[in-house]
T-cell receptor
Framework: DQQVKQNSPSLSVQEGRISILNCDYTNSMFDYFLWYKKYPAEGPTFLISISSIKDKNEDGRFTVFLNKSAKHLSLHIVPSQPGDSAVYFCAAKILQGAQKLVFGQGTRLTINP | DVKVTQSSRYLVKRTGEKVFLECVQDMDHENMFWYRQDPGLGLRLIYFSYDVKMKEKGDIPEGYSVSREKKERFSLILESASTNQTSMYLC?????????FGEGSRLTVL
């Protein structure tokens, strides 16, 4: 039962353009969402998060949008840079519940020069 | 900066061997986690611990056990390694916010 789904295994974007990574979830109890970035042979690093009381959170080139009615969130990167090439994981949790995060399958983003 | 250190970056073991993966954190965080990462499956939670000597099963605990004797150390144990346990193992810790991950341990079971 995949509660957090990233349906695109890979995405290729031209440098300077916008990258949009998508994530869907099925558990309506999730109220906190995070994006992690992972380079090969390294652990994931936290990128940005959003609480369910918001529909948008922005941090520099990174913006996360949350659509609660559609149970969908997206990560926008603009402008995309070669260093953004990595695997991106979406994750969700219930703030007042168990401490674990549920992760999606990941999307490999490649930024082409 | 939070530092999460995993004892081995790369291991090669034989089927049936006992394997210990160790993780140490330096931030006095209560919560520690073991995940495995496999292509197309993302990160799946094996076990987590919210206090010394406390442990909870995650989504895929079969074939694994854990030990948390000290707050800073969380060990993952494969009692009898099998080829389907070949994977990248990631330890993480959390205080009140997001997870902080170690660099990972890539285990190959032959």
């Amino acid at each position: 039962d995949q509660q957090v789904k990233q349906n695109s295994p890979s995405l290729s974007v031209q440098e300077g353009r916008i990258s949009i990574l998508n994530c869907d979830y099925t558990n309506s109890m999730f109220d906190y969402f995070l994006w992690y970035k992972k380079y090969p042979a390294e652990g994931p690093t936290f990128l940005i998060s959003i609480s369910s009381i918001k529909d948008k959170n922005e941090d520099g080139r990174f913006t996360v949008f949350l659509n609660k009615s559609a149970k969908h969130l997206s990560l926008h990167i603009v402008p995309s840079q070669p260093g953004d090439s990595a695997v991106y994981f979406c994750a969700a949790k219930i703030l007042q519940g168990a401490q674990k995060l549920v992760f999606g399958q990941g999307t490999r983003l490649t930024i082409n020069p | 900066d939070v530092k999460v250190t995993q004892s081995s970056r790369y291991l090669v073991k034989r089927t049936g061997e006992k394997v210990f993966l160790e993780c140490v954190q330096d931030m006095d965080h209560e919560n520690m986690f073991w995940y495995r990462q496999d292509p197309g499956l993302g990160l799946r939670l094996i076990y987590f611990s919210y206090d010394v000597k406390m442990k909870e099963k995650g989504d895929i605990p079969e074939g694994y056990s854990v030990s948390r004797e000290k707050k800073e150390r969380f060990s993952l144990i494969l009692e009898s390694a099998s080829t389907n346990q070949t994977s990248m193992y990631l330890c993480a810790t959390r205080g009140t916010g997001e997870l902080f991950f170690g660099e990972g341990s890539r285990l190959t079971v032959l």
